[in-house]
T-cell receptor, first 115, second 111 residues
């Protein structure tokens, strides 16, 4: 079974600075998807960014980018120019490329933005 | 745009009581899911459905039941509530691989 590990329960960053959240995963599959989800204090979770394992290019969405290292099974999220609205729990998630679309989530990282 | 709607948002149950958490989505998504979120534990999949009439167990199905009679609705039934079922429950739906749309969550306390 796949596992997803987020080793940083909490992180903080000064507003306008850059922060990197770590995620590692364990799988024997070669084709899969990786995701970062954000859960603000209002609790509704939203997708931040997605990466297909077969793509070598790292995904980017505005201030959010990933560093995908397939051989190391690492998938970190970089947030540039941090804003107060970035404060949230961030979850890394894994999904197999084939089958039933089940996501496996990490335990999350709580990000605090310091004004 | 309603998206995924869950009710109720909060509920307190006594041990042994039963209840149903309702979930409705208006995006015509085939896939629907129920997760529970416990502090420090991330999200655990309870049940999921790949379409109307089809459901399957996730990681932690014991104590729960689901049905999927329509594309829109995916209720989660708790029978004989236990303190271990105290949690925040999230319903989600998806169309494309992995891009889940979540409801706002339902906080359940079993005393």
């Amino acid at each position: 079974a796949q596992t997803v590990t987020q080793s940083q329960p909490e992180m903080s960053v000064q507003e306008a600075e850059t922060v990197t959240l770590s995620c590692t995963y364990d799988t024997s599959e070669s084709d899969y998807y990786l995701f970062w989800y954000k859960q603000p204090p209002s609790r509704q979770m939203i997708l931040v960014i997605r990466q297909e394992a077969y793509k070598q290019q790292n995904a980017t969405e505005n201030r959010f980018s990933v560093n995908f290292q397939k051989a190391a099974k690492s998938f970190s999220l970089k947030i540039s120019d941090s804003q107060l609205g970035d404060a949230a729990m961030y979850f890394c998630a894994y999904r197999s490329a084939g089958g039933n679309e089940k996501l496996t989530f990490g335990t999350g990282t709580r990000l605090t933005i310091i004004p | 745009n309603a998206g995924v709607t869950q009710t109720p948002k909060f509920r307190i149950l006594k041990i042994g009581q039963s209840m149903t958490l309702q979930c409705t989505q208006d995006m015509n998504h085939n896939y629907m899911y129920w997760y529970r979120q416990d502090p420090g534990m991330g999200l655990k999949l309870i049940y999921y459905s790949v379409g109307a009439g089809i459901t399957d167990k996730g990681e932690v199905p014991n104590g729960y039941n689901v049905s999927r009679s329509t594309t829109e609705d995916f209720p989660l039934r708790l029978e004989l509530a236990a303190p271990s079922q105290t949690s925040v429950y999230f319903c989600a739906s998806s169309l494309t691989p992995g891009e889940l749309f979540f409801g706002e969550g339902s906080r359940l306390t079993v005393l």
